[in-house]
């Protein structure tokens, strides 16, 4: 049978890694590409998600047996604190077109991408896929979090009423080639990698934002797009699997900065910006679920992981996504 995998988001991180496993993974792998398959990677400028009209135009264009639903508005921590009500509203609008469209095209399958910015702020560690609902998100990303935890609300709902097999995903902190690399909106990985070329480049101060103390949990792009894949084809029930290195893989972000000071041949001091946000202090989450389904998984080590991806970075500055606030000369 033919099936027709639909990515929404397909030209962002997540997505671009998915098209990278998708034509690369050799035949017979667990995650390749299957015979009859097509794969569509969709971008915003092909249909704009938050217009329900558009979106129905997506679907009658390709009619995807499939779809893995990454397209969102995505943001580090300080674009999150600006934009509540636009992360609330523009994935509300995204998520409810998206599943919707789905239903009334009768899509067998539907993995919509959460984040562990949803889990509740004050919750018993680690984070599992039961505590989703278990109390309000932290105050810095209440926004965006609502908007993603309302998901999981919809899917159960399309299941009770009309039997959808909707499901979702849950990752934390990803990075890898084709990060947003913006200096102030986008995640740390990114926006620190540029930040530490810019003072490697002009002999520049290297300032990390807040005390360098919280903890976070990052995932490769290459091994969730695995990951992803694996759930399209083995994973067939409503209730979330957080897609995660293990709990006890946290990593400061002063780690963070050290690793990126390496991989980038930094070789002067850096400071920390006290006066910036931290965020939550830290959200680990358990991959129990993940690797008792799968019976095991092995994730790329963090240090190779980000030399991919710094190396990426260095050599692909004149296409990459760097925001409005970088000067590419
Ligand atoms: P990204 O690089 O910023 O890509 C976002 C994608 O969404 C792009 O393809 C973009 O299309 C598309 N998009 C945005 N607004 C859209 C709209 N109105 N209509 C249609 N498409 C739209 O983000 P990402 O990091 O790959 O994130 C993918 C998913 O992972 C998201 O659901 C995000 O919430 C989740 N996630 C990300 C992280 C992380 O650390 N990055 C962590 C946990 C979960 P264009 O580029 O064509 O505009
Ligand atoms: P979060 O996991 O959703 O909080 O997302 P981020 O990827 O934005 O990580 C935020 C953490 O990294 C906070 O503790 C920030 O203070 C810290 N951080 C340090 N420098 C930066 C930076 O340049 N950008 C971002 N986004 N966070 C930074």
């Known amino acids: ?46 249909a704009d998600l938050r217009d329900p009209a558009q979106t129905r135009q997506l679907y009658e264009k390709y009619k995807p047996t499939h779809v893995i639903h990454l397209a969102a508005l995505v943001g580090g921590l300080f674009k999150n604190m600006k934009y509540k009500l636009t992360f609330l509203r523009d994935n509300i609008l995204i998520n409810d077109n998206v599943l919707h469209a789905a239903y ?42 609502h908007a993603k935890r309302m998901v999981d609300v919809q899917n159960h709902a399309y299941k009770e009423e009309f039997g959808c097999n909707f499901t979702s995903a849950i990752p934390t902190n990803v990075f890898g080639p084709h990060d947003n690399f913006d200096l102030e909106d986008s995640h740390v990985i990114p926006g620190l ?40 084809r083995e994973y067939d029930d409503v209730e979330p699997v957080i897609l995660s290195v293990g709990e006890d893989e946290e990593v400061s972000i002063k780690a963070v900065a050290d690793a990126i000071v390496n ?10 910006d ?8 830290r959200k680990p989450a ?14 790329t080590p963090f240090d190779k992981a980000l ?23």
Request: hydrophobic content about 35%; aromatic content about 12%.
């Open 193 to 232: 990698i540029h930040k530490c070329y810019l003072a490697k480049k002009n002999d520049t101060p290297f300032v990390v934002a807040g005390t360098g103390k919280p903890l976070r949990q990052f995932i490769f792009s290459h091994d969730l797009a695995k990951l992803f894949i694996w759930m399209l």
């Open 104 to 145: 009334e095209h009768k899509t067998t399958k539907v993995i919509s991408c959460l984040s562990t910015c949803v889990f509740p702020d004050k919750v018993q560690y680690p984070l599992d896929e039961t505590k989703i609902h278990s109390g309000p998100p932290h105050e810095s990303n209440f926004g965006y979090a």
């Open 274 to 281: 006290t006066t910036r946000a931290d965020g939550q202090f």
């Open 1 to 46: 049978m033919s099936n027709v995998v639909l990515v929404t988001g397909g030209t962002g991180l997540v997505g671009k890694a998915i098209k990278h496993i998708v034509d690369t993974e050799p035949e017979g792998s667990r995650f390749g590409k299957r015979d009859g398959e097509t794969w569509i990677f969709a971008s915003s400028s092909e």
């Open 263 to 272: 991989a980038v041949g930094f070789e002067g001091e850096y400071t920390f």
């Open 307 to 329: 030399d991919i991806t710094v190396k990426w970075f260095l050599e692909n500055y004149h296409n990459a996504r760097i925001g409005s606030l970088a000067n590419r000369s």
């Open 286 to 299: 358990s991959n129990k679920k993940l690797l008792t389904l799968m019976g095991g998984f092995e994730f």
